[in-house]
């Protein structure tokens, strides 16, 4: 038999650093995979339909995260209603799904209220958050029976004014923050539980005739990695939810515990590997579950709110993105420009993404770095990664981006670029269009006297 023929392979040299081992270092040695398909729809097809750099959603596999949250909490005997966090991902047509799933909208300003409003959804359907909701937001939400939680002392005055002008009754539900364990404490928003603001809320609420306290609401973190948390957060919000009643200051009807539930995207700061430090969807719902039945919610019955956000949605999102030009930085690493950086990646700050290429690869993996393609020098998507020799025009595939990138994005130098849902039947559909010129001028104006 002929000898193979090998193909040349350009030595590659390697500065070896001493001491300690940082957290980019440790995690380098991730396995950089080929993807040449999301859905059984080829990356290529997509990019040279829709350009790049390009997110694409995966329509599937949010249905089958929203299957499985719904099974594991579904094993109990509590009355549970879901809600969709807008501020996580408030496409219209991600929005559309989670409505047709059966969630609620849980909506944290007007805008989002109006965006709930605009495909549909019923003011009845929406729970309205947040510390900023405008006076019409407000107006609008009571009228049209939006559920609506309080945030502050004078909130109360405001919905109980409105209440009294539209002379309605209205129910209404207040944000509580409370001490769980978990440091910084998320004490901003609503009423304090145990410094006793919470109970002066409530005293203060009941001296307004038109407003009636139904429901607790307290959102304790995002990305919660211990689900002892929320056993803490039941209890707690338990205990106060007894005693309103005992003292005959309110009967409440229901309970939301918020979101916070983790995605498998890899913390920066983090040396374990997210399969370690995130446990499963499945061991929250179980704590939650005991929680609640430990606390005896189910008699008499409250009802149940959940508000999740990332855990659903951040695993179907990735951003294609392309090579641009390549670098060799003087101090001998490789460096990358692709289409894609912060201006698309806001949660790059905290999280390091799975980074896939389009082909196969088999070539010495090198020390590189990934910047984006704005003209600033903090435009880095990773850095501290083991990278094969890429080639101008290869696309590299960045995941999770699901969650609280399609908001948080920045319109800065770049046009923001297209959005694609690939449907369950694996076909694509442009769910939010390239930005053009017509956007980003749209709302500007040139004094007569500057006009060229
Ligand atoms: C009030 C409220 N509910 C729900 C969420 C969703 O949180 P997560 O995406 O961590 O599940 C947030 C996010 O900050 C929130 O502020």
Redesign the pocket.
């Known amino acids: 038999m002929d000898d193979p023929i090998l193909s040349y392979e350009k030595p590659i040299i390697t500065k070896l650093k001493s001491g300690c081992i940082n957290r980019n270092e440790w995690h380098s040695n991730q396995s950089i995979k080929t993807r040449t398909h999301i859905d059984s729809v080829d990356i290529n097809e997509l990019i040279n339909k829709f350009g790049s750099p390009l997110f694409v959603f995966s329509e599937d596999t949010i249905r089958k995260k929203i299957q499985k949250y719904k099974k594991y909490f579904s094993t109990s005997i509590f009355d549970i209603q879901m809600a969709w ?1 807008y ?2 991902n408030y496409l219209d047509a991600i929005c559309s799904i989670f409505y047709q799933e059966g969630f609620l909208a ?1 909506v ?1 300003s007007e805008m989002e209220y109006d965006k709930a409003r605009y495909i549909g959804i019923p003011g009845n359907k929406i729970i309205f ?2 510390p900023n909701k405008s006076h019409q937001s407000l107006v609008k939400a009571i009228r049209e029976g939006a559920k609506i939680h309080i945030d502050n002392f004078e909130e109360i005055e405001e919905i109980s004014h409105i209440a009294n002008k539209l002379n309605k009754i209205i129910d209404v539900g207040i944000r509580l923050n409370l001490d769980t364990g978990t440091y910084p404490l998320w004490s901003r ?1 609503g009423f304090n539980l145990e410094s006793g603001e919470s109970l002066a809320a409530v005293k203060k609420i009941k001296l307004h005739s038109k407003l009636n306290l139904v429901g607790l609401h307290c ?1 304790i ?3 919660v990695l211990d689900p002892n948390l929320y056993k803490i957060q039941v209890k707690k919000m338990t205990i106060f939810s007894q005693m309103l009643e005992e003292k005959k200051y309110a009967k409440i009807k229901y309970i939301d515990l ?4 983790p995605s498998n995207s890899k913390l920066r700061d983090s040396y374990y590997h997210q399969n370690i430090i995130v446990p499963n969807m499945e061991v929250f719902a179980k704590t939650i579950i005991s929680a609640l039945e430990d606390n005896k919610l189910s008699e008499p019955r409250l009802k149940i709110f959940l ?5 659903l949605i951040d695993d179907a999102g990735f951003l294609i993105s392309t090579v641009k030009s390549t670098k060799r930085l003087p101090d001998g690493t490789k460096g990358y420009v692709i289409d894609a950086g912060i201006n698309l990646l806001y949660t790059s700050t905290w999280y390091k993404f799975n980074i896939e290429i389009n082909r196969q690869f088999q070539e010495h993996m090198e020390m590189s770095v990934l910047y984006g393609p704005l003209c600033m020098n903090i435009d880095v998507v990773d850095s501290g990664i083991l990278l094969p020799p890429l080639n101008t025009n290869d696309q590299i595939i960045l995941s999770p981006v699901g ?2 990138n399609v908001t948080q994005w920045m319109q800065f130098i770049e046009y923001r670029p297209a959005i694609v849902m690939i449907d369950t039947q694996r076909n694509p559909h442009l769910i939010r269009g390239k930005e053009d010129l017509t956007d980003l001028i749209r709302r500007e104006s040139i004094p007569e006297h500057l006009a060229i």
Do not use: I
């Open positions: 966090s501020k996580t849980e944290v958050n947040g928003f959102h973190g995002t990305f918020g979101g916070g539930l508000e999740n956000g990332r855990a969650a609280y």
